[in-house]
C-alpha cells in the first residue's frame, strides 16, 4: 500500500493562515505519507519573502519522496517585466529547479506538470504538447504494474457547484491523451474546494471504460476557501492498493477540534470498470469489514480518523 498526503494552495502571504498550517504540519508527520503532494500556489504574490516562509515550512514537512507543481499565484502579476522575463526565478529558488518532473516511489509513477501560463493566461493555466509528450515517454517506461498518476494545479474537470469554473483548455483532448497513457489519478489544485471524482462525470471520453479518478484538493492553509469549503482549510489522504484506489477528504472543523474526515471515496484499480468482489475496508484500509447487516463501520473502522490539532 502507498499512502499519500495530498494538500494545495498554501499561500503564504496575506491569506495565509498560520494556526491552520501548524495543524497541517501536525497531521502529515500523525500520518507517516509515503509521498507528500503539494499542487501549487505556495506563495499569494510570489514576493521573496513568502517564497522563504513557503520554503521553511516544506523543510519542516516529513523527509519523504515529494511533489510540487508551480500555481498561477507562483509568478508575478503586478510586477509585469518580471513576469514576462523571469516568471519563474523565485519559484526556481526556493521550492524546486524543476517545473515539469517525475517522481517514482516503488508501485508509483508521478509526472508533475506546470500549468501556469504567466504569459498568456495567468487564471486558466495552459498544458502544451510538448508536456503531454514528455508524459507519455516517461509512463512508456515506467514499470508494468506502476499507478500513473499526474498532477497539475490547475483543474481538469470542474467542481459540481454553483461557482461555474472553467476547467483548462482543451481538458477533454488532455483528458483523452492522459487515459491513452494509462494514467489512473490525475490531482489537482487550483478551485480552493475539493472535488472527487471519475472524468466521465464532466466528459463522455473516447474510452467509456474506466476514466480518470480526479483528486482536487481544496486550499490547505489559507482563508480563501470557496463554495462549501468557504473559510474552511482541508487535504486529501489517499491510499494505494493493488485493486483499489482509496481516498479520504479531510476538512478541518472548530466542533472537532481539528481535522476530520467529510468524505470517503473508492475506485477499482488496473483498467477494471468495477469490483468483481466488492471490498470491505478495514483499518488501515486492510481488508475486513462488518458482514451484511451489521451497522455502518465508525470512521476507526474505516482507518480513518479524526485529527486533532490547534483549533
Not at 500549468?115 to 517506461?141: L, Y
Amino acid at each position: 500500500m502507498i499512502t499519500i498526503i495530498h494538500g494545495s494552495d498554501l499561500h503564504f502571504g496575506e491569506p495565509h493562515d498560520s494556526r491552520a498550517a501548524e495543524t497541517f504540519l501536525a497531521v502529515t508527520h500523525d500520518l507517516e505519507p509515503d509521498l507528500l503532494v503539494l499542487s501549487g500556489d505556495f506563495t499569494q504574490r510570489a514576493k521573496v519573502q513568502e517564497f522563504q516562509e513557503a520554503r521553511e515550512y516544506l523543510d519542516r514537512l516529513p523527509d519523504v519522496p515529494r511533489v510540487v507543481t508551480p500555481g498561477n499565484h507562483d509568478v508575478p502579476l503586478y510586477r509585469v517585466w518580471e513576469r514576462l522575463v523571469r516568471p519563474f526565478d523565485n519559484y526556481r529558488d526556493h521550492i524546486s529547479p524543476e517545473l515539469d518532473s517525475v517522481t517514482r516511489v516503488p508501485g508509483m509513477t508521478v509526472v508533475s506538470l506546470n500549468s501556469a501560463a504567466p504569459r498568456r493566461a495567468i487564471v486558466n493555466g495552459r498544458i502544451d504538447a510538448h508536456q503531454i509528450e514528455f508524459a507519455r515517454d516517461v509512463f512508456a517506461r515506467s514499470e508494468p504494474h506502476d499507478l500513473k498518476a499526474v498532477v497539475a494545479h490547475h483543474h481538469l474537470a470542474p467542481a459540481p457547484d454553483y461557482e461555474g469554473d472553467h476547467p483548462l483548455p482543451e481538458a477533454r483532448k488532455i483528458l483523452d491523451a492522459f487515459e491513452s497513457m494509462g494514467v489512473e489519478l490525475v490531482m489537482g489544485g487550483h478551485l480552493h474546494r475539493a472535488y472527487i471524482g471519475n472524468s466521465l462525470d464532466v466528459y463522455p471520453g473516447e474510452d467509456r471504460d474506466r476514466g480518470i479518478v480526479v483528486v482536487q484538493s481544496g486550499t490547505t492553509t489559507s482563508r480563501r476557501g470557496r463554495a462549501r469549503e468557504r473559510a474552511k482549510t482541508t487535504f486529501n489522504l489517499l491510499r494505494i492498493h493493488p485493486d483499489r484506489l482509496e481516498i479520504v477528504h479531510y476538512m478541518h472543523f472548530r466542533e472537532a477540534g481539528g481535522f476530520a474526515p467529510f468524505s470517503f471515496h473508492v475506485y477499482p484499480r488496473g483498467g477494471r470498470p468495477f469490483f468483481s468482489d466488492p471490498p470491505a475496508m478495514g483499518r488501515a484500509g486492510e481488508e475486513s469489514g462488518p458482514a451484511s447487516g451489521d451497522p455502518p463501520p465508525s470512521p476507526e473502522e474505516l482507518g480513518v480518523s479524526y485529527l486533532k490539532g490547534t483549533s
